[in-house]
């Protein structure tokens, strides 16, 4: 077993992962929504600092959790039109990040991000309420 070259980054993983395993369907989806959110301002940061290289990563980051987390996660056959409607927007989503990507068009990050937040906290409003 060898060591991690960043162990921040292990430490994170490790809680992320236990976040996961804990979770319920509807908090992972939120956790979901967190992370394409949080990979699109570490691509806007990486942008501004003319990282290119970190800024294709975070932006396929992002596009890999909606396309693969978000998109594939809704049930079509039973989800109607809402889930029709989803999986266009996240489809156009992702492609807006692959021009982002492209162009380095700051203008399509934050367009996601706006979308992406407005999914999220509706998501969040519909949240099961669990009695503590």
């Not at 162009?103 to 409003?125: C, F, M, P, Q």
Request: aromatic content about 6%.
């Amino acid at each position: 077993m060898g060591f991690s070259p960043n162990p921040i980054q292990s430490y994170q993983n490790v809680g992320f992962e236990a976040d996961i395993r804990g979770s319920d369907p509807h908090r992972l989806i939120i956790l979901l929504f967190d992370g394409a959110l949080s990979a699109l301002d570490r691509a806007e940061a990486e942008l501004a600092a003319k990282h290119i290289q970190d800024k294709t990563n975070a932006l396929t980051r992002a596009i890999e959790i909606i396309v693969d987390g978000l998109s594939a996660s809704l049930n079509i056959e039973d989800g109607g039109n809402v889930a029709a409607n989803l999986k266009a927007l996240y489809d156009y989503m992702a492609s807006r990040l692959t021009h982002a990507n492209f162009h380095n068009d700051v203008g399509a990050i934050h367009e996601v991000r706006e979308l992406l937040t407005e999914i999220s906290e509706a998501w969040k409003e519909i949240a099961p309420k669990h009695p503590r």
